[in-house]
């Protein structure tokens, strides 16, 4: 799955549950790996209607930089 942070290209909207999408040639259009826990989307990791976003570029640089991780990353398993 791709990264909301370093992804380089076209960020749209879900329709389904209005955060960030985008799309490939293989899967479609699906959400970032970086919302595996953190949306609600019936659809995930695949995402609905796909909505287009006149992006200013700093508010997209801000959404990348500051959107939450909650992808079950192996390090943030709590120590036994
Ligand atoms: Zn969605």
């Known amino acids: ?25 293989e899967v479609g259009h699906q959400h970032f790996k970086e919302q595996w826990d953190g949306v609600y989307c019936p659809r995930y990791p695949l995402a609905g209607e796909r909505i287009q976003i006149d992006w200013d570029e700093m508010s997209l640089e801000q959404v990348k930089a500051e959107y939450p991780d909650t992808y079950p990353y192996s390090s943030k398993l709590p120590a036994v």
């Open 1 to 25: 799955m791709a990264s909301i942070k370093t992804y380089t290209g076209i960020i749209t909207i879900c329709g389904s549950c209005g955060q960030p999408s985008f799309t490939d040639n």
